[in-house]
């Protein structure tokens, strides 16, 4: 118990160090991670990005930069210790406790440049070819993928950490019969530690530095609260449908 202690106190410091570093760093002392994300964002788009002094890395066919705001620092933070907390149960030494953290750590700075490029990437593709309805702009837009994005990437992070760990079971190896309540909260029980960790990143750490004090908070603090939700019901829904018509069609 002492150390899984000790565990959860150095992942907090490293996090507070990675969100410290990132609130007064520039464009140029960010490159570790801007780097590798405009290389793979020019890997998938087929787009140039050139680094731009104090800027970041600039697309001159696109007219997009790739800035301190495409980053990707809380999805590593909320990756770190969602990897963390999941994976505690394995610390039982020094060594195998600095293995988790470890693991953790490149873990989710992995998964923060695939999932960070593929966000840019999609934002790229709307930017060129808008599909906002007359009711939402350009930036719900954005934001929306955004949400969905992070997310999803903190779903899919965390499934393959289980399954790696192998303490997970298949996604719907007790529902595939079942209902879409039952699936729904099931859903919602697989889900509970990525939207824990979203959530603490997203809204909580900011709520504790003043942010509801700024303007436009309450509305996409509304919007983070609200999608990851929906998202988790549609699934469950488009699965028990998609799993219906399967068993129609196979009956006959």
């Not at 889900?191 to 959530?199: E, F, N, R």
């Amino acid at each position: 118990m002492k150390i899984k202690l000790w565990v959860l106190a150095a992942a907090v410091l490293v996090a507070f160090g990675i969100k410290q570093h990132y609130a007064t760093a520039r464009a140029d002392d960010l490159r570790w991670i801007l780097s590798p994300t405009a290389r793979l964002v020019g890997a998938m788009t087929g787009n140039a990005f050139t680094w731009q002094p104090q800027e970041g890395y600039f697309s001159s066919d696109r007219l997009f930069l790739i800035e301190k705001s495409c980053a990707g620092i809380n999805f590593v933070v909320a990756a770190f210790g969602m990897l963390t907390l999941a994976l505690l149960h394995r610390a039982g030494s020094g060594r195998s406790a600095a293995r988790v953290l470890g693991v953790s750590l490149l873990a989710s700075y992995s998964a923060a440049v695939l999932v960070n490029a593929v966000r840019i990437a999609i934002a790229m593709w709307l930017a060129a070819h808008p599909v906002a309805p007359s009711t939402l702009s350009a930036a719900d837009v954005h934001r929306f993928e955004g949400i969905a994005v992070y997310f999803g990437g903190l779903v899919l992070l965390h499934e393959l950490a289980q399954r790696l760990d192998r303490r997970a079971a298949p996604i719907w190896t007790d529902t595939m019969t079942c209902g879409l309540r039952t699936r729904v909260t099931y859903a919602f029980r697989r889900t509970a530690l990525p939207l824990a960790s979203y959530y603490a990143v997203t809204l909580a750490v900011p709520l504790a530095h003043g942010a509801a004090q700024s303007g436009g908070f309450v509305e996409h603090a509304l919007t983070v609260l609200v999608v990851p939700p929906v998202a988790i019901i549609l699934a469950c829904t488009v699965d028990t449908i998609a799993h219906a018509l399967a068993s129609y069609v196979a009956g006959g």
